[in-house]
């Protein structure tokens, strides 16, 4: 299984610290923000790895990681995303890198308590399709929220007004390779993009979606101010990535 990070946006949310560098690059307590989805997808025993990224600062990624050794990255790329075309664009990008593999996707703003070990096992035993990590939280209307009927997923809704529950989806989705040929078939949003949340109900249309709850804290670091320094103050407390 490969990984892929997504790394671009403009971080807007973050203005004005992001307006001399990628958020991604920005310090989340003692490391680079961009570390704790690598340690994330290391820990789970995913060595080769993509990081997709854009803006201005792209080039300090390379000058920060290097070839991922220190990090225990057996293979590290990237590639670069032209605009803002979504999070669905960001992962065609991976086509060339992923070919027929499968592939773990982590937005590259966020940190989390726990590891993905087990449902990285759990989607190497499925035959096909995809896994969404889910995640309880107190604000579902600023995410993506899985609408569920007993513990099945019957669809996704991205920021409702009326969240059908409280389960938010987090920036990490495992997709076999079927993926590319869903994303050819999207429509863009009315913003412009490539939505993810549309990937993933093509995807439960197919019937072909499966999902664990994260254990541990997830923190969006990407979210807001606020979120942000939430995430460092979870890793100074609490550490993140934890073996298993």
């Not at 669809?155 to 076999?176: C, H, M, Q, W």
């Not at 993926?179 to 999207?186: C, M, V």
Request: hydrophobic share 40%.
């Amino acid at each position: 299984m490969k990984g892929v990070i997504l790394a671009g946006g403009t971080g807007s949310r973050l203005d004005p610290i992001t307006r001399v560098t990628n958020k991604q690059l920005l310090p989340v307590y003692d490391k680079p923000m961009i570390f704790y989805p690598i340690e994330a997808l290391v820990n789970a025993g995913v060595t080769e790895i993509l990081i997709v990224t854009s803006g201005p600062s792209a080039g300090d990624f390379l000058r920060l990681l290097g070839n991922g050794e220190a990090l225990g990255v057996t293979h590290l790329n990237y590639t670069y995303q032209e605009g803002a075309g979504g999070i669905a664009e960001a992962i065609s990008l991976a086509q060339p890198f992923v070919g027929d593999d499968r592939m773990v996707v982590i937005l590259g703003d966020n940190v989390i308590g726990g590891n993905i070990v087990e449902p990285a096992r759990r989607f190497a035993a499925q035959s096909r399709g995809a896994k969404v990590l889910l995640k309880q939280v107190e604000n579902p209307t600023a995410y993506g929220v899985a609408e569920l009927k007993g513990d099945r997923v019957v669809r996704f809704v991205e920021k409702p007004e009326n969240p059908p529950s409280d389960l938010a989806v987090t920036g990490i989705y495992f997709y076999d390779a079927h993926a590319f040929s869903l994303i050819e078939q999207l429509e863009r949003s009315d913003r412009g993009e490539l939505e993810v949340t549309d990937l993933n109900n093509a995807y439960l249309e197919r019937g072909e979606m499966s999902h664990d709850v994260l254990e541990g804290y997830w923190a969006d670091c990407g979210e807001s101010i606020d979120h942000y320094l939430q995430a460092c103050n979870l890793v100074a407390t609490h550490g993140a990535n934890r073996t298993g």
